[in-house]
């Protein structure tokens, strides 16, 4: 089947823009209706511009993995996670990725980029077909590759909680490496006015209910997708050029889905 991007409608994400800045959590059920149809209830979104994302999911891992891609959860974990992701994918896109089971192995196959995946019982890749590069890192590593979203998974436990795994291949001028580990406190205590003494309750939340969609608005001087504080020091993005007036506004859809079995929730974000 041959599938033509172009056809796929634009996502407009302008009807979700608040007049007045806020850090507020701002959840909405996934679905509400921001002006895009069905799309507005999809945790993973593809349009027109899926492959320019990957060219860039590409070039960031080329340039080092370790810096976009962090996991430290147990293989059984990836295992839950992986298979979420792959349910998830064929529900939303069902002409768009195939899956099929034989015997305690997993067929998985991309039709837009051409990849297939054999998996083994624990999602380990024991085959891969047409891939960019040697080989990914890891099942997560290779299915972030097949969506626009970047992905982030966050733990709660017994009081706690904490980002266990990223796939964060274009950030808003903030490092994967500094983030891992930490809770979402500390991860999020670098944003201005944001309050974050019900932080550990807003994890749970989000762990055990949902999707959930918000959205993040910022500002850059440049359009490009990949702002990792290596490549965007926070304070870079003061500086404005008068000689080359240039403004672009940042828009992140996130959502959230829980995956109870492992008491935390998928995070995807994408520009």
């Known amino acids: 089947m041959s599938?033509?991007?172009k056809d796929l409608p634009i996502i407009d994400y302008s009807k979700a823009m608040k007049s007045?800045?806020?850090?507020?959590?701002?959840?909405?059920?996934?679905?509400?209706?921001?002006?895009n149809g069905n799309a507005d209830g999809k945790i993973f979104q593809i349009d027109s511009n899926f492959l320019s994302y990957r060219a860039e999911k590409i070039k960031a891992r080329e340039e080092f993995l370790s810096r976009y891609y962090q996991n430290n959860l147990p293989p059984e974990s990836t295992s839950i996670l992986a298979k979420?992701?792959?349910?998830?994918?064929?529900?939303?896109?069902?002409?768009?990725?195939?899956?099929?089971?034989?015997?305690?192995?997993?067929?998985?196959?991309?039709?837009?980029?051409?990849?297939?995946?054999?998996?083994?019982?624990k999602f380990n890749i024991i085959r891969s077909v047409n891939v960019p590069f040697k080989r990914y890192a890891s099942s997560l590593d290779a299915l972030a590759c097949q969506v626009q979203e970047d992905l982030a998974v966050m733990q709660t436990d017994q009081g706690s909680n904490k980002l266990s795994a990223g796939h964060i291949c274009f950030p808003s001028s903030w490092a994967l490496e500094d983030k891992i580990g930490k809770d979402f406190a500390?991860?999020?205590?670098?944003?201005?006015?944001?309050?974050l003494s019900y932080s550990h309750a807003l994890v749970e939340s989000i762990s055990n209910k949902g999707p959930f969609v918000r959205f993040v608005f910022g500002f850059s001087n440049d359009d490009s997708l990949n702002h990792h504080s290596s490549k965007m020091p926070p304070d870079s993005q003061l500086c404005f050029n008068t000689k080359n007036p240039k403004l672009f506004l940042r828009i992140e859809r996130q959502t959230t889905s829980p995956i109870q079995e492992l008491n935390s929730s998928l995070f995807t974000i994408k520009l």
């Not at 959590?25 to 679905?31: E, H, T």
């Open 84 to 121: 979420y992701i792959i349910s998830s994918l064929i529900e939303e896109y069902p002409n768009f990725f195939e899956v099929r089971k034989d015997g305690n192995e997993t067929y998985f196959r991309n039709k837009i980029t051409g990849e297939e995946f054999l998996f083994d019982e």
């Open 20 to 35: 007045k800045y806020s850090v507020k959590p701002d959840l909405q059920k996934l679905g509400h209706d921001f002006g």
């Open 3 to 5: 599938i033509c991007l």
């Open 186 to 195: 500390q991860i999020h205590s670098p944003v201005p006015g944001i309050s």
